[in-house]
């Protein structure tokens, strides 16, 4: 069974960091572009990076991130535990939401450079983690 698990969220004061988890299982999380979105209370599911498949460079060199995020967030691939990590620094409360992993259908993320693949680019979801940015 094909399955996305995200963990890591919480709260946290702005200037704070967190990093978050995505886990896959049932397939190769390395093979498949992977995006993180998030979500923020009455708002729309907002795309946060897309990750290139095979891309292990620190930070994502083939990763697009939303201008909102750009030196802020930074993914990493963990072939060994077929996760991804999303390290989240110098926090503001506009990045408080439910942050979500999903896997790229057939996605090149280099062909979304800006805006980032939409929501129906991504064939499965995990259930998400809540990061609240409060002081």
């Known amino acids: 069974q094909l399955q996305l698990a995200e963990s890591g969220g919480g709260l946290v004061q702005p200037g704070g960091s967190l990093r978050l988890s995505c886990v896959a299982s049932g397939f190769t999380l390395n093979h498949h572009a992977i995006g993180w979105f998030r979500q923020a209370p009455g708002k729309e599911r907002e795309g946060v990076l897309c990750?290139?498949?095979?891309?292990?460079?620190?930070?994502?060199?083939?990763?697009n991130y939303a201008d909102s995020v750009k030196g802020r967030f930074a993914i990493a691939r963990d072939h060994a535990k077929n996760a991804v990590y999303l390290q989240l620094s110098n926090l503001e409360p506009e990045d408080t939401g439910v942050y979500y992993c999903?896997?790229?259908?057939?996605?090149?993320?280099?062909?979304?450079?800006?805006?980032?693949?939409?929501?129906?680019?991504?064939?499965?979801w995990g259930q998400g983690t809540q990061v609240t940015v409060s002081s």
């Open positions: 999903a896997r790229g259908f057939d996605l090149s993320c280099s062909a979304y450079p800006a805006p980032l693949p939409a929501m129906q680019e991504y064939d499965y």
């Open positions: 990750i290139s498949p095979g891309d292990s460079s620190p930070g994502g060199s083939s990763t």
